[in-house]
């Protein structure tokens, strides 16, 4: 079910133009930006993005700007990760050919993190989500007290049972402008 779910949402996802998209993740860098949990924030944990996916680069930007220290994820084998400085300098390709930090990274512990923008492919209108497949967030976010918030397309909301383990995502921003 997982599998066949993710399959449908990422193609649903990889076939919104481009132009589409461009508007949808405009709306949500600017309903994230001007959320309380980002205006609060000093410490911001997000992610660097695949293609398809809610484009984190301008987001990443204004809270540089906007005197934020801003970390991205390193993942280990085993579902571990760790949240590091974002530090362009040290990006590396991956297999997946995600950009991923590399070098000496400085790691910042989960309790100094006021905010993580979570990534994932399909949500429940509560938050729960299904990711990739790693468990990478679920293991994260088990013992994370601070807030959490994702940016979607409406593709991505999808009605699919939570399991145990899984941790929701504490707001769900969802494009809901109209699409010419």
């Known amino acids: 079910m997982k599998v066949a779910l993710r399959k449908q ?16 993740d405009r709306v949500l860098t600017e309903r994230f930006l001007s959320h309380p949990f980002y205006q609060e924030a000093e410490v911001i944990a997000t992610y660097l993005s ?3 996916e809610f484009q984190t ?9 906007d005197g934020k220290k801003v970390l991205i994820p390193k993942t280990y084998p085993k579902g571990q990760m760790e949240f590091v400085v974002y530090n362009p300098q040290q990006l590396v390709k991956t297999s997946f050919g995600l950009l991923e930090p590399q070098g000496d990274l400085e ?16 949500f429940t209108t509560e938050g729960y989500r299904i990711g ?12 994370f007290a601070g807030h959490s918030m994702s940016t979607i397309y409406p593709c991505q909301i999808q009605d699919f ?6 941790i929701p995502v504490q707001e769900v921003l ?3 402008g109209n699409l010419r």
Not at 107 to 122: E, N, R, Y
Not at 132 to 143: A, I, P, S, T, V
Not at 161 to 166: G, I, L, R, V
Request: hydrophobic share 35%.
């Open 107 to 122: 790691v910042v512990d989960a309790s100094q993190i006021d905010l993580i923008h979570v990534p994932g492919l399909a």
């Open 132 to 143: 990739y497949g790693g468990g990478y967030y679920d293991r994260y976010l088990e013992n």
């Open 9 to 24: 949402v990422l193609q649903e996802m990889m076939a919104i133009p481009q132009e589409q998209k461009n508007t949808m």
């Open 174 to 176: 969802i494009y809901e």
């Open 161 to 166: 049972n939570s399991e145990d383990h899984d």
């Open 57 to 65: 680069q301008e987001l990443i930007g204004q809270a540089l700007k």
């Open 50 to 52: 695949f293609p398809h």
